[in-house]
């Protein structure tokens, strides 16, 4: 039934049917938007936090040792001192002396911008031509100041990642938490990048949300719950329908590694626009609690009572990004039929909106026993009315975002207290008493 | 059962439990901590999850008038022009010329520092004597830079409200989510103010999270749904177990309004340090989306099909505040035994964990029992497993954490297959057979 569409389309397809049902578009859209930040609306909204709580019940309710945390975006700057963000965080930047506009040194270096070569061999601006300055390094930190005074001494960041709250509350929370090695710190927030060059929708964008795991583990153990937290996130995208021959795991080559990092691999999704990095697992070692010691002055140490033992954990970071994953989900779910009509395979957990109801017509008692129905599921789901327009045409709009279920309320219901439920993927429709609705759909929609 | 604490004394109560159990503590501690910023350790992560998922479960999921939508953070620095912060979101300033300490010129003048009136009749500095500068305006948005310009151009500002982000989306908003009016846009997420002088632990912050509603309406309705919306809200933190004598209603005197605004109503909560603003309720008139239309170049009327006309709806908007409402729960909730025992009363919906599972001793089956039937209720609800010290002590420790319900595994439950539940507030016990703990628990906590 489904249609193969091009990679080259489907992209557009993606971006359009998004705009066009309000499940993600450009923020401040009527002022022409910013060209890096993306507001989800209704649908899109239920979708990032549907990704958002099935990560954090996953991955933290449904685990004995893990425990969650919410710290600030605004930290102290010693914080990014200690982490290396001030000092290396950054892109090699370079300015047209004409123009004035700039670009990554080293994506003109890789011929994104194709031959750029001048005239005595020296490179000259993509978009005029003119005359490039030096390259000098650009933090990639959005920086402001915190309290009315605007000097250095009160520079704060936004922060571009939420691993570095969970280091610095290490201690912290070890005391609260009662925990003994190996045991997790997670959390979901945002984080802000000024990228140079944004782009790919929601791909890279300067502000985006994140779920980071900060898992602590005893040093000879590291490299163990590396390769089963490789595992464990794999298997959290395969769990909620990812193809797979869509996800591949990347590992990075030595050169590419961090300075701090024994390991690290990408998971990576087949996006539309090529491979690229869905979730990063990687083996920080001790490198980011020793740093929080040395610039703080607290001790970071773990203290082992059955060897009597102080040491420093080693740190497995699987880090993923929420916008990411509603993109590769989105993706991943999306078929269109030889018509040219959108079905949004959407695991039923990921779906916006689970279940649809419409009344056939709107006459006789029809609508009534409808808004019954739908009150009485609605308290268990996000649960839509729908009476516009042909049945047809209703379930279209529902296949499009990825509703599972629909329910029809027809001439047939006042006399057999029936509903006729209709499944997206398959399109098979059975015939479902009303008062066994509700435990029908707890369990199919119960998992 | 419960003592009598002074007010005087609650809030000092509070902020240490908060403290010791990690609940909320200073954001960034270990580098001595912003002052205005807070984190949220385990316990406090999961309350502040339950009051923005039953927010969003009572006003968007029960409700038939609602969508969601998640903007962003940073937004077109227009959306500010037009919203009127960039003009007027201001607070007066004063420095010292001597010690250069800044302080808010109304502060003074209310006598928040004392008497500070110098020789000559002029104001002093309360730090140090010296002489002030003249007041001026300071914008409380924080300030950054999009892309690599840091100019003018390219500032931008971290939201000071969320409710921008949803007028700017309405007709967007309205297109998609296929309403009529009446009907609301509802947004949870974080906001920032520059506050001068922030204070009272987690109640004025520089980074907070907003849980706000715009709810759009025919202008002739606006009186009638923002008495209602006042209702709704008021009825709301009541149902989650503020006591009634800690909430009152404080309407908006004329000149308190701001110019847009034809009504304000604050529900205030009784603080420890005094009756404070928990949420406003107001009547926005038809002001954000005509600045928006005028900034913009956009349309923003509604179009309404059955009188054949577009006008402006008028916006009443319930406004309140993550952190606050946790914190007023957390008041609410704070009771001490004669013997200095603390008790968080919370509602079990809110409570950070639902069930707590002991194993009497570390002996026999009872440690395999208990974790299997923590393995089951952890399925349902976040569990905490505790083998650690004398029962008595680990009642305490749930006890202060709000834990509605301990079940402990003991020597008859081997032979007879039950267990003992021991209920927070009334401190009954009863035994329950282990095939029907979980119907049990889902009678006690599903509502």
């Known amino acids: 039934m489904s249609k193969n569409i091009p990679k080259n389309d489907l992209m557009e397809k993606i971006v359009n049917l998004c705009k066009r049902r309000g499940l993600i578009f450009p923020s401040s859209e009527i002022y022409g938007g910013t060209g890096s930040v993306w507001d989800y609306g209704p649908y899109g909204a239920l979708l990032k936090n549907n990704v958002k709580m099935l990560w954090w019940r996953d991955m933290i309710q449904f685990r004995d040792d893990m425990v969650p945390q919410d710290s600030s975006i605004l930290m102290h700057p010693k914080v990014w001192e200690a982490s290396g963000h001030i ?54 930190m959005f920086k402001t100041f915190m309290g009315p005074m605007e000097d250095s001494a009160h520079a704060v960041y936004l922060r571009p990642e939420t691993a570095q709250g969970i280091f610095a509350n290490f201690k912290a929370i070890l005391e609260v938490a009662r925990k003994k090695l190996p045991f997790g710190i997670a959390q979901i927030g945002k984080s802000f990048r000024n990228e140079i060059t944004p782009g790919n929708f929601t791909f890279r964008t300067r502000e985006f949300e994140q779920m980071e795991i900060e898992y602590f583990v005893k040093p000879d153990e590291a490299e163990k719950w590396y390769d089963k937290w490789i595992k464990i996130r794999e298997k959290w995208y395969r769990d909620y329908g990812v193809k797979k021959d869509n996800l591949r795991l990347r590992k990075h080559a030595k050169k590419e590694l961090a300075h701090y990092a024994k390991g690290a691999t990408d998971i990576e999704y087949h996006f539309p626009f090529g491979w690229s990095e869905l979730e990063g697992i990687a083996n920080r070692q001790d490198y980011d609690l020793k740093q929080h010691e040395k610039f703080s002055g607290h001790d970071m140490k773990y203290f082992e009572e059955e060897g009597m033992k102080k040491y420093y954990p080693y740190v497995i970071e699987p880090s993923g990004g929420v916008d990411r994953a509603a993109l590769a989900f989105l993706v991943d779910a999306y078929n269109e039929n030889e018509q040219g009509e959108v079905f949004l395979r959407l695991d039923p957990r990921l779906s916006p909106i689970k279940i649809a109801v419409f009344p056939l017509v709107n006459k006789e008692k029809l609508p009534n026993i409808a808004h019954d129905i739908y009150d009485e599921l609605k308290q268990n789901w996000f649960v839509q009315y729908d009476d516009g327009g042909s049945v047809g045409r209703r379930y279209r709009r529902q296949d499009e975002i990825g509703t599972p279920y629909c329910v029809t309320v027809d001439f047939d219901t006042p006399k057999k207290n029936t509903v006729t439920v209709r499944e997206r993927d398959s399109m098979k429709q059975e015939r479902v008493k009303i008062k066994e609705l509700l435990d029908y759909f707890k369990g199919k929609l119960s998992k």
Do not use: A, W
Not at 94 to 117: A, M, P, S, T
């Open 87 to 140: 000092s290396s965080f950054t892109d090699p930047l370079v300015e047209c002396k004409k123009c004035h506009h700039r670009f990554r040194e080293d994506h003109i270096l890789e011929g994104k911008y194709g031959n750029v070569v001048g005239k005595g061999g020296k490179v000259v601006c993509p978009d005029c031509g003119g005359e490039m300055t030096e390259s000098k390094m650009f933090n990639l």
